[in-house]
């Protein structure tokens, strides 16, 4: 996406990174002309981010998890944490 001298230039005085500007653009709500990115919607976002994040933990407790798919059914899913494997 093309970027304006002044745009660049508000971004500078304003302090407002390029990673902010990113997240905006992915997350903001649409309103016309301009999309922004209120408090709300932020909690909201990192609310998601943190269910993702314990889910993911889990998924690290078992090595990972495989989930054996053909043509769009689910067949099986295990652990790949195999314990005493090569033992």
């Known amino acids: 996406m093309f970027s304006t001298n002044h745009f660049k230039a ?9 990673k902010v500007i990113d997240l905006v653009l992915a997350f903001g709500k649409d309103e016309g002309d301009k999309l ?8 909201r976002i990192i609310y998601q981010i943190d269910n993702l994040r314990n889910t993911l933990l889990k998924v690290m407790d078992k090595g990972g998890v495989t989930v054996v798919v053909e043509d769009e059914t689910l067949i099986t899913t295990y652990n ?8």
């Open 36 to 43: 922004f990115l209120d408090k709300k919607e932020t909690q």
């Open 10 to 18: 508000r971004m500078s005085q304003r302090g407002i990174s390029k």
């Open 80 to 87: 790949l944490y195999k314990k005493n494997r090569n033992k």
